[in-house]
Nanobody, 129 residues
Framework: QVQLVESGGGLVQAGGSLRLSCAAS????????MGWFRQAPGTERECVAA????????LHADSVKGRFTISRDNTKNTVYLQMNSLKPEDTAVYYC??????????????????????WGQGTQVTVSS
């Protein structure tokens, strides 16, 4: 089981930026596909981005393409989510997740809650208008 701890959330004005970090306890961190999800009150948890095992490929939801960038540093067991041009509709709790999956790295294989086995506790992001 991987322990995941997110940080970097907070309150920001529309148009601003935040960088989320997620530190993982697992020594074999590079064996995991990593994802970032978000959940606003009254909505389902949504996958916003995923990154492949070696950071060579990334996937982003249409709602965040061009604004958010996922990356990872396997030497630090950490995955990041750089969020630029933030909008009020980005307000949510953001979760980091790990998947010990070996399926092809395409969005449909890693965009669902059940595709991931381990989750962080979440960090709140609030964007004011």
């Amino acid at each position: 089981q991987v322990q995941l701890v997110e940080s970097g959330g907070g309150l920001v004005q529309a148009g601003g930026s935040l960088r989320l970090s997620c530190a993982a306890s697992e020594r074999t961190f590079s064996n995991y596909v990593m994802g970032w999800f978000r959940q606003a009150p009254g909505t389902e948890r949504e996958c916003v981005a995923a990154v492949s095992w070696s950071n060579t490929r990334t996937l982003h939801a249409d709602s965040v393409k061009g604004r958010f960038t996922i990356s990872r540093d396997n030497t630090k067991n950490t995955v990041y989510l750089q969020m630029n041009s933030l909008k009020p509709e980005d307000t949510a709790v953001y979760y980091c997740a790990a998947s010990l999956g070996y399926r092809s790295f395409i969005y449909s294989n890693y965009d669902g809650y059940d595709d991931y086995s381990d989750w962080g506790q979440g960090t709140q992001v609030t964007v004011s208008s």
